[in-house]
T-cell receptor
Framework: DQQVKQNSPSLSVQEGRISILNCDYT??????FLWYKKYPAEGPTFLIS?????DKNEDGRFTVFLNKSAKHLSLHIVPSQPGDSAVYFC???????????FGTGTSLTVIP | ETGVTQSPTHLIKTRGQQVTLRCSSQ?????VSWYQQALGQGPQFIFQ???????GRGNFPPRFSGLQFPNYSSELNVNALELDDSALYLC??????????????FGAGSRLTVL
C-alpha cells in the first residue's frame, strides 16, 4: 500500500522556467514532509521540509507548498537550472513515528 | 564533518547466501536507519537503530537483521538471499530517533545483485 504517491515519473522543463513536482499522500497522521534530490550513484540529498503547521516553506529557489485538506504537496523550483536535473523524492512521516514513507520519485530534466 | 559512508558499493551474491552491509554514520548522529530501494521504487524503511537497539521495523522478514555499535556505526545482515532482495540499500543517519522535524542524511548506498 503506497501511502505517498508521485504520479509523474518524469518531467522536462526549459532552463529558467518553473518546475513543479507533485506529491500526494493518504495517511492523515502524516504531519512532516521532506523533499530529497538524488543524482545517479549518489544517496538522496535533503532539499527542503515542511511541517503541517505551515502551508508554505521557502529556501532560495525552492518552495514547498502543503495543502492538508487535499493531502497534497508540491515543490516549485524557480528558475530551473540544468544542475537541477535529478530524481526528486517526497517523503512523509508522523511526528511521533520513526520512519519516513517515500514516493516513487519524479525524474526532472532541465533542458538548457 | 564526515558524511555517511557505506561499504561495499557493489556486490553480487547468489540465492541462499548471506550478506553484510556496513555504514558509518555522520558525526554527531546517534540514530541509523536502513532503507531498501528497488529499481523504479522509492526507498522503503527496513529498520532503525538507536542506542544499539532496534527501534522500529518496516515490513521486512526476520532474515533482515542489524546491529549498531557504540560508535553509532551499523550493519545490515540479510540471510537466505532471494532474487527480490536485489536492490540499492541505503543507510541514513539522523540526530534523533523520532522523525518529526528530523532530517535523514543518506549514504550513497550499497548495490546488491542476487543471481
Amino acid at each position: 500500500d503506497q501511502q505517498v504517491k508521485q504520479n509523474s515519473p518524469s518531467l522536462s522543463v526549459q532552463e529558467g522556467r518553473i518546475s513543479i513536482l507533485n506529491c500526494d499522500y493518504t495517511n492523515s497522521m502524516f504531519d512532516y514532509f521532506l523533499w530529497y534530490k538524488k543524482y545517479p550513484a549518489e544517496g538522496p540529498t535533503f532539499l527542503i521540509s515542511i511541517s503541517s503547521i505551515k502551508d508554505k516553506n521557502e529556501d532560495g529557489r525552492f518552495t514547498v507548498f502543503l495543502n492538508k485538506s487535499a493531502k497534497h504537496l508540491s515543490l516549485h523550483i524557480v528558475p530551473s537550472q540544468p544542475g537541477d536535473s535529478a530524481v526528486y523524492f517526497c517523503a512523509a512521516s508522523a511526528k511521533v513515528g520513526n520512519q519516513f514513507y517515500f514516493g516513487t520519485g519524479t525524474s526532472l530534466t532541465v533542458i538548457p | 564533518e564526515t558524511g555517511v559512508t557505506q561499504s561495499p558499493t557493489h556486490l553480487i551474491k547468489t540465492r541462499g547466501q548471506q550478506v553484510t552491509l556496513r555504514c558509518s554514520s555522520q558525526s554527531g548522529h546517534n540514530t541509523v536507519s536502513w532503507y531498501q530501494q528497488a529499481l523504479g521504487q522509492g526507498p522503503q524503511f527496513i529498520f532503525q537503530y538507536y542506542r544499539e537497539e532496534e527501534n522500529g521495523r518496516g515490513n521486512f522478514p526476520p532474515r533482515f537483521s542489524g546491529l549498531q555499535f557504540p560508535n553509532y556505526s551499523s550493519e545490515l545482515n540479510v540471510n537466505a538471499l532471494e532474487l527480490d532482495d536485489s536492490a540499492l540499500y541505503l543507510c541514513a543517519s539522523s540526530l534523533t530517533a523520532t522523525s518529526g522535524a528530523n532530517v535523514l542524511t543518506f549514504g550513497a548506498g550499497s548495490r546488491l545483485t542476487v543471481l
